[in-house]
């Protein structure tokens, strides 16, 4: 059975950083595209960064103070989220096994953990 497990989330100041790791089990994702969503209460599932054998890829958001990476010795995939902001606040989820053409919508990829928290206070 596949199962994506996220750690790292809490609760951190404006400003502050904070490290989420995805580990996968049941099977090695080190060659499959890689995801990182978020879901605020009352908002839709919003795309935050990917990680692909052709680079990596952030929301509009994000970009510049999140960094996605690869572990492959680990088999983990980790979210540097760094300059936190309060609308960071939300659920982060780790996603699998998406197309590389659709790595930016949720409904792409087949595998999902449980998401962790991250709360972050003004």
């Known amino acids: 059975q596949v199962q994506l497990a996220e750690s790292g989330g809490g609760l951190v100041q404006a400003g502050g950083s904070l490290r989420l790791s995805c580990a996968p089990s049941?099977?090695?994702?080190?060659?499959?595209?890689m995801g990182w969503f978020r879901q605020a209460p009352g908002k839709e599932r919003e795309f935050v960064a990917a990680i692909t054998s052709s680079g990596t890829y952030y929301g509009g958001s994000v970009k510049g103070r999140f960094t996605i990476s690869r572990d492959n010795a680990k088999n983990t995939v980790d979210l540097l989220m760094m300059s936190l902001r309060p609308e960071d606040t939300a659920v982060y989820y780790c996603?699998?096994?998406?197309?590389?053409?659709?790595?930016?919508?949720?409904?792409?990829?087949?595998?999902w953990g449980q998401g962790t928290q991250v709360t972050v206070s003004s």
């Open positions: 049941g099977r090695t994702f080190s060659s499959s595209n």
């Open positions: 996603a699998g096994g998406a197309g590389m053409a659709l790595i930016t919508r949720p409904d792409s990829y087949p595998y």
